[in-house]
């Protein structure tokens, strides 16, 4: 459902109390006043996280921050409404605003499949440069030679340790030293092989990622850690071997940015760039260390890292945060991961991770609020296990192949944004469906294969906080609701249920659902009156009714004052009459649906005066008359669906629109109707087939801020972006 480019941050987003906000991502703010040195003190730990330059100058005298105020990241700086404007389903649907979304908000809406190409110096919000200043703080330990005799006392040790294995027979686990070692590598070798700290078959392969690590750090890098027989002191070591074992296994030699990784004479802590974000928001791509210098994040997004996560990253035991997302990264999710159990946010999207939800999570992530493996190739049931991870706020596990009873979840009580669309789980919608899950903001189960009746599980009309809830592409029967709605809901804003089968009326008391701004009933067995209470729902922007049973009757007089309208679907919907003269009053319109029904009469004039109507299907009426020439007066059409009507006139005088893309008529045979030399459909009167797809105007959900959509579909043939 979703789309890959929409994660912008919402200008204004959800409600919800600052107090109980998912905790957001580390800050990697840097200052808008800082300049030159950064010579001023660090004022909170927020800013002392975000730049790993501040950390290295500052490490020698720290101050102690002030308590840091928590922040709603739902609230933009200034707002003074948080209902002014609303993230799509697509744009919140992982964090509702920064809590996945910052770490890769949009550079542009391109971001996602263009390099990231960063420069050393950032010019920053307030017009400031700032050039990061490495290595103020920490000298650089070149204490190879200050060290050898005790590096030269783990070689020992581990060349006996080597020679009694040896002598032992068991010679299935010796492994031969390449040839030509420098004395430093061998050194390091033997120090990783005694601690077991990688395998001895990928210590001693030089093609190993292990291997690559161990020689870069013996013969290149300048920055050298002490190392000891006591693997507890060697943190840091260990930390910058992992890191490069890490940039090694991913392929970081043909990363897009290499992000500062592996500059020999700097601090691992300075493996980052800044970018500045659409808002002014400073952040760091790359390592992001804490006041220990130890590294609590990694924020490499869309960088072509490729490969599998190497085992030495839990030697990065501070790690709570790790965005890697739009990568190749492959294989599984190991269980040493496990054991990482400060992670509390984990965002490994659109990769091509495999296997099973692994049961670890649950038990040893204790911390994790935020974990998103949406877009990979997990398989098998959800873990038993998950539902023990009770700190978790967002969980987006959708567009995997995830079968069985998504129930195991309904212990996650704190859950705010749950997201599991495009998988093949199951389950019963009935009353205690979820019901535990009273915290739920965004709920989105679509394109799944749940069954029961909605019309049981009035919980999701009297949620406190459930502002989406989508349930389309199911196998629901039954009602929809439980009777009338007699309690106003002034919180549920996106509705979709279409592809169900659901039953009986759309009462007209469906208005107390006071903010609703999407609302789709698309492809279900309702019948009877299409409710005329419509215009009570002013925020109503989104109205699909298309495809059920209703009774015939004309186009609904009442939507005459939903002038916030920006879509309309009727198609196939028993409507008769004619357009209304009253049409342009719906000024927002960018998409009106009227095929499949029995309209007829002359298309109005001033349907086209409608300035920002991109999409026109009145195919399949009974329309009369000359097309009107008024068409011109929309310059913004981009699909126009005239076909089997009793139209007539010349339409090759649109062929020169600017943004028309896709046009369709009766303009088949020897003497057709219309004419037109532009048309990609032609039809004919004789033809039944032609053209005969019900093309739904919803069928692309992907939708950006606001509900608007990024781009629309009406079949696998015809797409429109709408960038």
């Not at 609703?516 to 009714?545: A, C, Q, W």
């Not at 008769?576 to 009253?582: E, F, R, V, Y």
Request: glycine share 6%; aromatic share 8%; hydrophobic share 35%.
């Amino acid at each position: 459902m979703l789309n890959p480019q929409t994660y912008e941050t919402p200008d204004n987003a959800n409600e919800v109390d600052p107090g109980e906000a998912p905790p957001g991502r580390p800050s990697r703010r840097v200052s808008a006043e800082t300049s030159g040195h950064l010579e001023e003190p660090v004022p909170t730990i927020d800013e002392v996280r975000s730049s790993a330059a501040r950390l290295l100058q500052d490490a020698e005298e720290r101050v102690s921050p002030p308590t840091v105020r928590k922040v709603n990241p739902f609230d933009r700086a200034g707002s003074s409404s948080v209902h002014d404007q609303l993230p799509s389903v697509e744009e919140a649907r992982l964090y509702a605003g920064r809590i996945l979304g910052s770490s890769d908000q949009k550079l542009s809406n391109s971001s996602l499949t263009e390099p990231l190409k960063m420069g050393r110096t950032t010019t920053l919000s307030g017009g400031h440069s700032y050039e990061p200043s490495r290595g103020h703080g920490l000298s650089k330990r070149r204490i190879c030679y200050g060290l050898a005799i005790v590096v030269a006392i783990a070689a020992i040790i581990g060349v006996a340790v080597g020679v009694s294995k040896s002598s032992s027979g068991d010679s299935s686990s010796a492994v031969s030293a390449p040839t030509g070692m420098t004395p430093a590598l061998q050194e390091i070798l033997t120090f990783l092989e005694q601690n077991e700290i990688s395998e001895p078959s990928a210590l001693y392969e030089p093609r190993s990622p292990q291997y690559k690590a161990a020689a870069w750090m013996a013969n290149v890098c300048e920055l050298q850690y002490p190392v000891s027989l006591e693997l507890s002191t060697n943190s840091r070591f260990l930390q910058r071997y992992a890191l490069t074992t890490f940039y090694y296994s991913l392929d970081g030699d043909n990363w897009d940015n290499k992000l500062n990784f592996l500059q020999p004479e700097e601090d691992e802590c300075a493996w980052y760039e800044h970018i500045t974000l659409g808002d002014g928001e400073n952040i760091a791509l790359g390592v992001t260390c804490g006041e220990s210098l130890m590294v609590e994040a990694l924020l490499i997004t869309n960088n072509r890292l490729a490969g599998d996560l190497p085992y030495e990253m839990v030697y990065l035991n501070s790690l709570d945060f790790m965005d890697l997302k739009h990568n190749s990264i492959t294989g599984i999710l190991d269980n040493n991961l496990g054991k990482l159990e400060r992670m509390s946010f984990v965002d490994m999207r659109y990769n091509n991770l495999g296997g099973e939800i692994p049961h670890w999570m649950g038990l040893q992530w204790k911390k994790l609020t935020v974990l998103a493996l949406s877009h990979n190739q997990f398989t098998g049931t959800l873990p038993q296990t998950l539902g023990q991870a009770t700190a978790l706020k967002t969980l987006a596990l959708d567009d995997n192949k995830l079968e069985g009873d998504m129930m195991v979840l309904n212990p996650l009580r704190n859950l705010e944004f749950l997201y599991l669309d495009n998988n093949e789980l199951t389950g019963t919608v009935d009353e205690d469906f979820l019901r535990p899950m009273s915290s739920l903001v965004h709920l989105d189960l679509s394109s799944n294969i749940l069954t029961g009746k909605l019309s049981h599980a009035p919980h999701f009309f009297t949620m406190s906080a459930l502002k989406v809830l989508d349930l389309h592409d199911n196998d629901l029967t039954g009602s929809m609701f439980d009777g009338d709605l007699t309690e106003d809901n002034e919180v549920l804003e996106y509705l979709s249920v279409y592809d169900n089968v659901i039953e009986g009326t759309l009462p007209q008391t469906i208005f107390h659902l006071k903010k609703i701004k999407h609302l789709d009933v698309t492809g279900n067995e309702l019948v009877g009156r299409i409710p005329d209470t419509f215009p009570s729902m002013t925020d109503l922007s989104y109205l699909f009714l298309s495809n059920n049973a209703w009774d015939e009757g004309p186009f609904p007089e009442d939507l005459s004052t939903c002038t916030n309208l920006r879509e309309l679907s009727l198609s196939t919907s028993s409507r008769t009459g004619t357009i209304p003269k009253w049409i342009d009053q719906l000024e927002n319109l960018v998409l009106l649906d009227l095929s499949i029904n029995k309209f007829g009469g002359t298309i109005p004039d001033n349907l086209w005066d409608i300035p920002n109507l991109h999409y026109v299907l009145l195919n399949r009426n009974d329309l009369t008359g000359i097309i009107p020439s008024a068409m011109h007066n929309a310059p913004s059409l981009n699909m126009v669906m005239l076909d089997k009507n009793d139209l007539q006139g010349d339409l090759s005088q649109h062929c020169s629109m600017p943004q028309l893309q896709f046009m369709s008529s009766d303009c088949e045979g020897n003497d057709p109707e219309v004419k037109c030399s532009c048309c990609h459909l032609c039809c004919r009167d004789d033809d039944p087939n032609c053209n005969d797809n019900i093309m739904y105007a919803n069928l692309d959900l992907q939708w950006e801020q606001n509900y608007t959509r990024m781009s629309y579909a009406f079949s696998p043939g015809i797409i429109f972006d709408n960038q």
